[in-house]
T-cell receptor, first 117, second 115 residues
Framework: GAVVSQHPSWVICKSGTSVKIECRSL??????MFWYRQFPKQSLMLMAT?????????EQGVEKDKFLINHASLTLSTLTVTSAHPEDSSFYIC?????????????FGPGTRLTVL | AQSVAQPEDQVNVAEGNPLTVKCTYS??????LFWYVQYPNRGLQFLLK??????LVKGSYGFEAEFNKSQTSFHLKKPSALVSDSALYFC?????????????FGGGTRLMVKP
């Protein structure tokens, strides 16, 4: 149980285009999902907390207009990187909690590697 | 601020030997502590957690961790390392903010197990 998937697993795009990354909870309903960014050989940095049916809460320093988060259902959250630039190239990871089973543990998706040319 | 620290960037151990990956925490109140493992180009996999109860917590893949309140530590251990244990390990603590509760991660420790 508590499986989280991400799509795509990797994406290459041109500078100036927008990229959408999907995060799905496959066998549970997640009222809250989290989006992280990880640079090579570094730790995970929380970007935002995504709450179903409401606006995401962004961490300090994260541009909400650049990283659009939509949590339209209890099993899907999307992160859209708008007008991507090479400095947005990174590994993006989502996670979710299964409040019905274990409200304390976050389960992570496999990540999406974004490369902006 | 509530945080965890992993003092070692890398730990090297020979296969079959015991391993320890260190984590210390700075938390007000009772800490909720976690260990995750990350294999190359993959997301994080949950290993174990400490919420309350026994100080020795057993988790996945033969790993365990010992909560030590006096030393504010939560070191990850395994009696006999495998080459396949080579990966990046993260300690994390649950903290609370305006959005609810979230995880704050340590900087990570790369474990290298050599045959």
């Amino acid at each position: 149980g508590a499986v989280v998937s991400q799509h795509p697993s990797w994406v290459i795009c041109k500078s100036g285009t927008s990229v959408k990354i999907e995060c799905r909870s496959l066998d549970f309903q997640a009222t809250t999902m989290f989006w992280y960014r990880q640079f090579p050989k570094q730790s995970l940095m929380l970007m935002a907390t995504s709450n179903e049916g409401s606006k995401a809460t962004y961490e300090q320093g994260v541009e909400k207009d650049k990283f659009l988060i939509n949590h339209a259902s209890l099993t899907l959250s999307t992160l859209t990187v708008t007008s991507a630039h090479p400095e947005d190239s990174s590994f993006y990871i989502c996670s979710a909690r299964d409040p019905g089973v274990d409200p304390d543990t976050q389960y992570f998706g496999p990540g999406t590697r974004l490369t902006v040319l | 601020a509530q945080s965890v620290a992993q003092p070692e960037d890398q730990v090297n151990v020979a296969e079959g030997n015991p391993l320890t990956v260190k984590c210390t925490y700075s938390v007000s109140g009772n800490p909720y502590l976690f260990w995750y493992v990350q294999y190359p180009n993959r997301g994080l996999q949950f290993l174990l957690k400490y919420i309350t109860g026994d100080n020795l917590v057993k988790g996945s893949y033969g790993f365990e961790a010992e909560f030590n309140k006096s030393q504010t530590s939560f070191h990850l251990k395994k009696p006999s390392a495998l080459v396949s244990d080579s990966a990046l390990y993260f300690c994390a603590v649950r903290v609370f903010n305006n959005a609810g509760n979230m995880l704050t991660f340590g900087g990570g420790t790369r474990l290298m197990v050599k045959p």
